[in-house]
């Protein structure tokens, strides 16, 4: 039962991270069709939100493992994408766009791990203030 229990909180968290992840690419759409600013943002923000869940996890205790589960697995693994972030610089390679896809890879990749890293060391900083 614990374990059914765990599989609704991730699936819950998941649900609201799709729909969030989906709006957000509608929205980015209206900057370009042809580069994917929607995913690109809900990469660096979902790993800048997890930074932050990870340091208030570890830093302070104050989130059970429910709560961790709902946050960090459904909702940020929910609102990322590795599936369109692949597909996307796929199509980029398809079309001959190289340097795009190149450039977003880094980006993306990079990007995230700053964000992460910002997340988490801006939170334990705050949590000491």
């Known amino acids: 039962m614990k374990n059914l229990f765990a599989v609704f909180i991730v699936g819950s968290g998941g649900f609201i991270g799709s729909v969030l992840r989906y709006l957000l690419s509608l929205f980015g759409q209206k900057f370009s069709l042809t580069f994917p600013h929607g ?16 340091a208030i996890a570890t830093e302070t205790q104050s989130f059970s493992p429910s709560t961790r589960l709902f946050l960090a697995t459904g909702v940020c693994g ?21 340097l795009y896809a190149a450039g977003y890879m880094t980006l993306t990749i990079v990007g995230g791990i700053i964000l992460f890293g910002i997340g988490m060391f801006a939170t334990k900083i705050f949590l000491k203030a």
């Open 39 to 54: 995913t690109l943002c809900a990469n660096f923000l979902g790993c800048l939100l997890l930074g932050i869940i990870i």
């Open 78 to 98: 929910g609102f990322t994408t590795m599936s369109s972030f692949t597909y996307e610089t796929f199509r980029f390679c398809q079309d001959s766009e190289y």
